[in-house]
Nanobody, 125 residues
Framework: VQLQASGGGQVQAGDSLTLSCRAS????????MGWFRQGPGKEREFVAT???????YYKDTVMGRFTVSRDNGKKTAYLQMNSLKPEDAAIYYC????????????????????WGQGTQVTVSS
């Protein structure tokens, strides 16, 4: 599967952005989808994930502000980001991993085989 992330941009603190991750292939619905981010000089970190069955998990610091969702008909996953903070600034990556018959949650980059190219999010205070 190939992933194309989009939707990043430069915003003010408190603003909102929605990131999209468009996938190729015919079995998007069977993939767990994850969102990660990497700030300058930092390791890539987990942000949110939505399983093939719709289960969601979030990094503690984004819970209540970010919402991960998916539209299987459009083969697209979304990350709605509200009340953005300067510390949310990073390159955001989407990732996919075959999820059929997997009932855990994937919060580590090593748990995903497929990655999008990243989209930059800049938040000014």
């Amino acid at each position: 599967v190939q992933l194309q992330a989009s939707g990043g941009g430069q915003v003010q603190a408190g603003d909102s952005l929605t990131l999209s991750c468009r996938a190729s292939g015919r079995t998007f619905s069977n993939y767990d989808m994850g969102w990660f981010r990497q700030g300058p000089g930092k390791e890539r970190e987990f942000v949110a994930t939505i399983s093939s069955t719709g289960r969601t998990y979030y990094k503690d610091t984004v819970m209540g502000r970010f919402t991960v969702s998916r539209d299987n008909g459009k083969k697209t996953a979304y990350l709605q980001m509200n009340s953005l903070k300067p510390e949310d600034a990073a390159i955001y990556y989407c990732a996919a991993q075959w999820g059929l018959h997997y009932y855990g949650d994937r919060r580590e980059p090593r748990q995903y085989d497929y990655w999008g190219q990243g989209t930059q999010v800049t938040v000014s205070s």
